[in-house]
């Protein structure tokens, strides 16, 4: 039994051996037939130059002239001059009523071809390290506000004399109130005396970057080069007018400051961001005080736009971490940077255009003429 079961195996083995597996016949013949094709294509394209040659060749004999075909050419867009663009900004409503138009007629011209800026700013993230920051900007971190305390203008004696100042003025100005006024009068002065030094250290304890703004102020108020605040405030907001542009956001509210400088307020289309709106609102949040880095060497209006942007921060879809939103506002500030020194010829034209109050639509139109 077992040497008949040896040669019928070796007989299928043998018959087995001539036949190409099934997978390898179907790859073979798939590829004939793919070389067939080709084959097949450029035959056809050499029958097709062929006959263009003769007909060429006929037209010719019969004397009539070749004319040239046609070769495929780019389209290319013309920009709208300033004056029709403006106009057709005009139409625009720049508030938190008319942000779907609004977003509508600045994509249709982005599209056309008319805006080049709009949408333009790269929002790809990364992580983002203050040497980092440092280097690629040429800023030292204290000129951003990301330094240590031995760097700021503001000093802890500065804050100790302050401190001292307030508790002593409002002191005597208490008792000079009980001592010279009626009763009723000087006891409600002594009492909101008593109440100043409360606040102050209230403020001082929650929020001292403002304590330090105020004594930062009156430090320098005669420094012949320190700039004036509307010409800092309009540089401030000019760029976050610009760069919140570039990034896409929708105008939605559009006023004029104490200091006579416009006030531009974006915002992303929903109570809840998405990773793009984090991005693009990170930022235009951070470009303002880049913007006065840059021209000023110092910051003095960076409080309330770090605040709004820990705010969006917490507003995210996903949760940023501490480490994360470290890393956005780093990237914030370093991808404003670019952008504002990319285009710093048409943000310096934005600035007097802020200054003397201009409408948006014209705004719009210097930034993409």
């Known amino acids: 039994m077992n040497f008949r079961a040896l040669l019928l195996f070796l007989a299928l083995e043998r018959s087995f ?29 050499a029958a097709a130059a062929k006959a263009r040659e003769d007909a060429d060749r006929l037209s010719l004999e019969l004397g009539k002239k070749i004319e040239a075909r046609p070769k495929a050419t780019e389209t290319k ?6 004056e029709e663009l403006q106009a057709r900004l005009q139409e625009v409503s720049f508030d938190a009523n008319g942000v779907q138009a609004q977003a509508a007629t600045l994509e249709g011209l982005r599209q056309e071809g008319s805006v080049s800026l709009y949408k333009s700013a790269n929002l790809r993230t990364y992580p983002v390290s203050l040497q980092m920051l440092e280097s690629r900007t040429q800023i030292s ?41 009626p009763p009723n009068i000087g006891a409600t002065i002594c009492y909101l005396c008593a109440i100043i030094p409360i606040l102050y250290l209230a403020i001082g304890s929650t929020a001292p970057a403002a304590i330090a703004q105020v004594i930062d102020s009156v430090k320098n108020r005669d420094d012949p080069d320190r700039a004036s605040d509307s010409d800092r405030v309009a540089r401030h907001e000019a760029a976050h007018f610009m ?56 910051v003095r209006g960076a409080e309330n736009d770090l605040l709004e942007l820990e ?16 890393d956005l506002t780093r990237w914030g500030a370093l991808q404003a940077f670019s952008m504002l020194k990319e285009n710093k010829g048409k943000l310096d034209q934005v600035v007097d255009a802020f200054k003397s109050q201009k409408d948006l639509a014209e705004c719009v139109a210097l930034l993409e003429c």
């Open 17 to 45: 051996a001539f036949l190409a597996p099934t997978s390898q016949v179907a790859a073979r013949s798939k590829v004939g037939l793919n070389l067939a094709a080709e084959d097949e294509v450029a035959a056809l394209r």
């Open 77 to 82: 867009v013309k920009k709208l001059p300033k």
């Open 141 to 181: 971190l204290e000129s951003f506000g990301f330094g240590d305390a031995s760097g700021e203008k503001v000093s802890l004696d500065d804050f100790k004399y302050s401190t001292l100042y307030v508790v002593g003025g409002a002191s005597v100005g208490g008792v000079l109130a009980l001592a010279f006024l």
């Open 243 to 298: 760069c919140g542009y570039m990034c896409g956001l929708p105008i939605v509210n559009y006023n004029i400051l104490q200091e006579g400088v416009p006030c531009v307020e974006f915002a992303a289309s929903s109570q809840r961001f998405s990773n793009e709106e984090v991005a693009s609102l990170s930022v235009t949040a951070m470009s303002g005080l880049v913007a006065e880095a840059m021209e000023y060497g110092d």
């Open 311 to 326: 705010q969006i921060f917490r507003k995210a879809d996903d949760f940023i971490g501490a480490q994360q939103q470290q």
